[in-house]
Every structure is written in structure tokens, then in C-alpha cells.
């Protein structure tokens, strides 16, 4: 890996499998009498927060603490940052707390990497959403939880509908998906389909009904009125019987298929709540996953001495190969 | 006696096995009965990893001494009631299974067995890059007010134990915890020992211990090699988990 987690275009695909393993491998904390490790003890993790957010902060706060780092919370409101302080005074500031790791979330595509390349600061740099640019970790956990619902997503069809052009979410799981070897479809209205599109790995189409019943997963992306500065589609109305998954929707859909939806959701917009609460909505069991994902990145990209090789292998019995001089005599052999 | 295996014997070749090992490390256990007596035999195809290698245990040794562990486990215990067999992974896991099984070849009772990955806990987490993490299983069980007893398959500077006892402490509250070990290769950096042992072995800090097993290498046996790769100096066998890394 990196040091920095900036983009899913990043990870290869050891990468990601190695998250996703350790991810796993975390998950099963959650079941013993004490949810913590000592890991992280001594390293400082600053959540610098310019947007707002309550999932993806929780998670990596939560994240953070089960492994024993410190963590510092930052919003801008309620910082000198609402007093005009630049991005780069602000990140020389925490610079001089000796942050290790900060997880930045930006209004502003691109902040992250402007951190991570500035020089301004010494520790890794994770993307927690910039702009409508890229959400790595979310794709991340995305993944993990269709890994658990489906197995492995080579060859997988996955289905991402909805406001495309405003979704870091849908950037960063598109890449990651081709990564993983996932068939992709990106399902909007022509509005909603950023510029460049087709240069992107999967496909694009216009009709929801036409791609359901070969989906394995579908994923509902939000409406985001707050970016929305035109009038993409006539109504919210018109929107939500073209594009929005309701219950006969979910009835063309395979049975072992499964709903997702990175939150917040609009209930009665892109997804109806009886879809949202239905049990093959695994909306709740994504942000229960966000924990994990979030403790798998911060520890291979701290818990060394650098950030994580991944090994050649990537099952789970390789992996078990795959530390040590074994590793190195592998290395030796490529 | 101690004759040189001849190159052509096959498993000089180059193709790594899959798990990506040169092949040398893997071949150390001929089916060569003299083996054990040829210990200065010079591994020649893998000339920057370790130049001579000498079998010290092969696999009826070790099936021995697990059951003779096995039966000491029981005498020390006073049978298998309130036992846990915890083994450390890689190779200690699957030890801790073959101790379960001898166990309950000798007393009729299945005596749960798991494993502990002790990653997490280890003190030397920041000298090397962020390496994967292992499967924890404990048994459904539990530790608390059991007798656990720890498996790995080399003992070597206690790092691993000591990481072993602070990963338990999270889990439950053991009665009292026991370490069995394949190997004792001594060089203790704590203050650490083995209740049971399948044999002491004198090494110097210049060789590494190897111990291969069925499950994981394809055949049983221990071999030490006097290997000098590049981080085995002093700093480098301490980065690593004395009963893995630095022990092959």
C-alpha cells in the first residue's frame, strides 16, 4: 500500500484484498468481552473534518480507539477555520500536534491530496470524501459487505443507481469494483452521468428496469439537492418512479441479490422505506462494516514501521505464508 | 556418511511451491534415512539463503514428542477436564490440533482446541512493515477458568509468549495458562519458560530453526540452517516472531 489512502485507483488488487482480509479478521472483535487492541498505542489520529458527517466520522473515531491510537476531532465549526484559516495553517497546526494520520473529509475535491503532497505534514492522509471526487473507504466497506453476501466478486454484475455525477461514492466503487474483477452498470438519467464517463471501466445505461433482474447487488445512490445548483430532472416525483427502487422493483431483482445504500438516505426519493427496511437491505450491516474497514486501513498504514506490503498470495491460506522470511524468500523467487 | 545429495535429485530446481517459498527452504527433509547423520550436507541451490542445513527431527520424532507432551499435559492436569489447547499461528495451530487429537486418542475426550493470533500485541510491530493478521478461533467454550495451554512450535526469545499472554488477557481469565512447545532453541530475551518441551535445542543466533509440518509444508520435520540472509543480524531475528520468521 501507499502511505497515503487517497483514491481506490491506488490499491491494487493485493491491496484491497489485503483490507479486506484484515477487515475480517477485525470483524471478529466485535464478539469478545473487550473491543479493543493495543496496536495503535501512542499514535495520534486526527479527524479533520470540513464537511459534515456522522457515519464516516463515528466509524473512524470508533476505528481509531479500538486500536488505541488518539484520536483528535476536528470540524470546522467551531474552529479558527470558520474564522478564515486557510488549509494550510490549519494542517501545520496539527502538524505540530504530531498527528500520524489524518482523515480528512473535504467540500473541495482534491484537498486530500493537496495535503498529502503539500509537504506540510509528515503523517498518512485518508480521503474520508472530497468533493464529488472519492470515498475510498466506503468503497471499501462496500465491498466487504458484498464479499460476505456474495463471495468473491470476480465476475459479479453490481448495479449503481442514481445522482452519479455528485457521488464520490460511485468514483470510488467503480474503480475498486473493476479492481476486484466486478462487472459494473452505472444506472442515471443523461443529467446525471458526469462528463467522461465511458472512459470509466463497466457500463452505463438509462433504464433500471432492463439491468435489475441480472444484477447481484444494487446499489441506490443519494440525490444530493445540496450540490445540485440546476435542475437535473423535472421532479423529484418523475425521478423517483424512473429511477427509484420500490417494492416491485425489488421483486425483479434475483433472489439472492442484495440492496445497499451508502446513507443518508432520501426514503420515499431513490429507495421506498419498505425497501430500505427489508431484510435484503444490508444498509445497517454497511455501517456496521465501516468500523472494521476503517481499523484495517489505519492499522496497515500504521501499525509497521511503513504501510503494508501486500504478499502475492491472496487467499486466506497464503496469507498465513505470506509473513517473514517466507515472504522474502517469495520475493526472491518472483 | 555424510555424503553431498547430488544436484540432480530434483528439488534443486527453481519453481517456487505455492506458497511462493524457494524451494530449497522446503527440501531440507529427504527421504534420505541419513539424514540426521549427514548434518553437514551443503544446500547448494539456494546459495544466498542458507548454506548448510541439518535435519534434527524428523517426523516419527515428532509425532514422539507430541504424544509424549500429550501424556504430560494429562499427568500435569490430572486428565483433560477444563483443558483448552490454544496454538499460536502458523504451525503452533496446527500442533495444538495434533496435541487434541493425541489427547483424545489417550483419553477418549475431545479437548477443544483453537488458535491465538497475537499480531496485534507483538512489541515489534514498528520495526518491520504492517504485516496480515492471522484467524483468532477461540472455542466456543471459552478461557475462563479453564487451563489454557499455549502451543507454538519454536520457543525462542519468549516475544511471542509474552505477546500470546497479553492477547489472552483480552480475551477471558484463564485458571492458569501452560506453554507447550515443539522446539526450544533457548536464547530467551524474558524471563519465560516451557512446561512442556518436544526437545531442547542448542543453537547459536547465526542459525535458524525450520520447523515444517504436513499441513502447512507439505512434510514433517525440523531442520536448523545456517543461514545468513541479509536481516538476520541481531535487530532483525528480534523484528520477528521467534517461533516464525526468525526460526525458519
Partial sequence: ???????????????????????????????????????????????????????????FEAAAKRLSADVINFTAKGSSVAKGESLKDTALTLEAMGA????????????????????????????????????????????YTMRRHLGSLGGRRITIVGDVLHSRVARSNVLLLATLGAEVTLVAPPTLLPVGVEGWPGETSYDLDAVLPTSDAVMMLRVQRERMTAAYFPSAREYSRRYGLDRHRLGALPPHAIVMHPGPMNRGMEIAAEVADCDRAVIVEQVAN???????????????????????????????AGDGVEFEAAEVAR | ???????????????????????????????????????????????????ESREVFDAPDIGRALTRIAHEILERNKGAGGLVLLGIPTRGAYLAHRLATKIAQVEGA????????????????????????ARTEIPREGVDGKV?????????????????????????????????????????????????????????????????????DGLDGVVIARAVPADTERDGRTAEKPGEGAAR
Fill in chain 1, 1 to 59: 500500500m501507499k502511505k497515503h489512502l487517497l483514491s481506490t485507483a491506488d490499491l491494487s488488487r493485493d491491496d484491497a484484498i489485503l483490507v479486506l482480509d484484515t477487515a475480517e479478521e477485525l470483524a471478529r472483535l466485535a464478539d469478545r468481552p473487550i473491543k479493543k487492541l493495543p496496536t495503535l498505542r501512542g499514535r495520534t489520529v486526527v479527524n479533520l473534518f470540513f464537511e459534515d458527517s456522522t457515519r464516516t466520522r463515528i466509524s
Fill in chain 1, 290 to 320: 465501516g468500523v472494521s474497514i476503517r481499523m484495517a486501513v489505519l492499522y496497515l498504514l500504521l501499525g509497521g514501521s511503513e504501510p503494508a506490503a501486500a504478499s502475492s498470495g491472496t487467499g486466506y491460506a497464503s496469507r498465513q
Fill in chain 2, 110 to 133: 475431545m479437548v477443544p482446541a483453537g488458535q491465538l493470533d497475537v499480531t496485534m500485541y507483538r512489541d515489534d510491530l514498528r520495526l518491520r512493515p504492517a504485516r496480515s493478521l
Fill in chain 2, 148 to 216: 489454557v495451554v499455549l502451543v507454538d512450535d519454536v520457543l525462542f526469545s519468549g516475544r511471542t509468549v509474552r505477546a500470546a499472554l497479553d492477547a489472552l488477557n483480552d480475551i477471558g481469565r484463564p485458571r492458569a495458562v501452560q506453554l507447550a512447545v515443539l522446539v526450544d532453541r533457548g536464547h530467551r530475551e524474558l524471563p519465560i519458560r516451557a512446561d512442556f518441551v518436544g526437545k531442547n535445542l542448542p543453537t547459536a543466533l547465526t542459525e535458524t530453526v525450520h520447523v515444517r509440518l504436513t499441513e502447512h
Fill in chain 1, 100 to 143: 500520524d494520520a489524518v482523515v480528512v473529509r473535504h467540500s473541495a475535491s482534491g484537498a486530500p491530496h493537496r495535503l498529502a503532497t503539500s509537504g506540510w505534514i509528515n503523517g498518512s492522509v485518508v480521503n474520508a470524501g472530497d468533493g464529488t471526487h472519492e470515498h475510498p473507504t466506503q468503497a471499501l466497506l462496500d465491498a
Fill in chain 2, 1 to 51: 556418511m555424510s555424503a553431498p545429495i547430488p544436484q540432480s535429485e530434483g528439488f534443486a530446481g527453481g519453481t517456487p511451491d505455492k506458497y511462493g517459498r524457494s524451494p530449497t527452504r522446503a527440501v531440507a527433509a529427504t527421504s534420505d534415512s541419513d539424514a540426521r547423520v549427514a548434518s553437514r550436507r551443503t544446500d547448494r541451490a539456494a546459495p544466498a539463503a542458507s548454506d
